[in-house]
């Protein structure tokens, strides 16, 4: 079992959709989770980090339950400039970062 | 405030030769790591620099190795280049792990 999944994706949304992003880790001792943006042929940006509590970011809105080792990342009212990559990263302080192998988003017009 | 730097951006290399690739971190940050990303795939970690020593290292082979430097600046050493090294070399930087990563924009390696 790989330590991070992702949903397989593409996904295919118009704009102003509603669009959740779904994440699962193996490694229950993780500590801090996040999640990264990539565009085509560009590096990987912070999109936000995920509380316990969950927390939000405008459209952006992020959950994490731990006892299910899975994490999620809602995009509301989904834009033309939100179609990228988005990576789910699971962190153990002190070790590196694990990255899944991302969901790819495209928002149609 | 520069972020993270690579150089160089681009490079193209025969099989059986040697890269350096190089990485200057986001000001104040100590800690550099180094990734791998494959068309279509997420970053797989190499390995990480603090205090001029590899901390921690992933599933790759001796032919890569690294360095960090007194002012936390890093290579990435590839011996022996082989097809399937051509990939998206990423290098991120940070001070306290918990507030994430900063990668610079890559270095795209070619191995013809």
Not at chain 1, 9 to 25: D, K, L, Q, R, W
Not at chain 1, 56 to 64: I, Y
Not at chain 1, 71 to 94: E, M, P, Q
Not at chain 2, 7 to 12: A, W, Y
């Amino acid at each position: 079992r790989k330590e991070v999944e992702q949903d397989p994706g593409p996904f295919n949304v118009p704009e102003g959709a509603t669009v959740a992003f779904n994440c699962t880790y193996s490694n229950s001792a993780s500590q801090s989770f996040f999640w990264y943006r990539q565009d085509c042929r560009k590096e990987p940006k912070l999109l936000m980090s995920v509380y316990s509590s969950g927390n939000e970011d405008g459209r952006f809105t992020a959950q994490l339950n731990r006892a299910s080792q899975y994490i999620s990342l809602l995009i509301r009212d989904s834009k033309l400039s939100d179609s990228a990559t988005y990576l789910c990263v699971v962190n153990i302080y002190g070790q590196n970062f694990v990255f899944g192998p991302g969901t790819r988003l495209s928002v149609l017009p | 405030d520069a972020g993270v730097t690579q150089s160089p951006t681009h490079l193209i290399k025969t099989r059986g030769q040697q890269v350096t690739l190089r990485c200057s971190p986001k000001s104040g940050h100590d800690t550099v790591s180094w990734y791998q990303q494959a068309l279509g795939q997420g970053p797989q970690f190499i390995f990480q620099y603090y205090e001029e020593e590899e901390r921690q290292r992933g599933n790759f082979p001796d032919r890569f190795s690294g360095h960090q430097f007194p002012n936390y600046s890093s290579e990435l050493n590839v011996n022996a280049l082989l097809l399937g090294d051509s990939a998206l070399y990423l290098c991120a930087s940070s001070l306290e792990q918990l507030n994430g990563y900063t990668f610079g924009s890559g270095t795209r390696l070619t191995v013809v």
